[in-house]
Every structure is written in structure tokens, then in C-alpha cells.
Nanobody
Framework: QVQLVDSGGGLVQAGGSLRLSCAASGRPFSNYHMGWFRQAPGKEREFVVA???????LYAESVKGRFTISRDNAKNTVYLQMNSLKPEDTAVYYC????????????????WGQGTQVTVSS
């Protein structure tokens, strides 16, 4: 089992920044690919970004150049730095862990955080 705790969400104006964190406990963190997904009201949960155990990354087109994912295996934590935020980034953000692939598919993820709300005002 892997337990994930998301944090760092909040209210920010358009153009602002936030950094989300996801703290993991349980099985060795370094063995897992870690992803961030988001779900806006009335919409399906969508892929945002992932970082594989190797450190390679994959970004959704909508966040490329604005969001950066990183991981600190010593702290069992993955981070999502979000810059140049837009109102359409408003959603609940979830981190997730998997040993499967492709990392952009939510169905391959076995463990999920509780989510953290990000609200971007215009």
C-alpha cells in the first residue's frame, strides 16, 4: 500500500503561481511513477503531468511551459510548480502513484491522494 497526501492548493489570481506537494508513505516511493490529475466541476478527471521513476516527465499540452513536476525520493515527495495560472486551471488536483503505463492513463494508477483545490480567479 502507498498512502498519498496532497497539499498546497488555494486561491490565486490569474498569472499567479502555486506549488502543490504530495507526500507518500508505505512502499518504496522511488519504485513508482507519480502523476498529477485534475478534475473540474462537471468534467472528467484529466491527466496533467507525470514523472517516471527514472525522472523522465510527460506533460499535457495545456500545461507545457507553465507547470513543472519534480520528485525528491529522499523525502518521498513529488511537487507540482504551477506558474502563469489561468482560470481554466481551476480544479481539484490529485496526485497518484503507479508502477504501470502509460502514465497518462488514469486507469493504471493504483493509489490516489485526497485532492487539493486550486482556484484561479480572473
Amino acid at each position: 500500500q502507498v498512502q498519498l497526501v496532497d497539499s498546497g492548493g488555494g486561491l490565486v489570481q490569474a498569472g499567479g503561481s502555486l506549488r502543490l506537494s504530495c507526500a507518500a508513505s508505505g512502499r518504496p516511493f522511488s519504485n513508482y511513477h507519480m502523476g498529477w490529475f485534475r478534475q473540474a466541476p462537471g468534467k472528467e478527471r484529466e491527466f496533467v503531468v507525470a514523472i517516471r521513476w527514472s525522472g523522465s516527465t510527460l506533460y499535457a499540452e495545456s500545461v507545457k511551459g507553465r507547470f513543472t513536476i519534480s520528485r525528491d525520493n529522499a523525502k518521498n515527495t513529488v511537487y507540482l510548480q504551477m506558474n502563469s495560472l489561468k482560470p481554466e486551471d481551476t480544479a481539484v488536483y490529485y496526485c497518484a502513484a503507479t508502477r504501470g503505463w502509460p502514465v497518462s492513463e488514469r486507469n493504471v494508477y493504483d493509489y490516489w491522494g485526497q485532492g487539493t483545490q486550486v482556484t484561479v480567479s480572473s
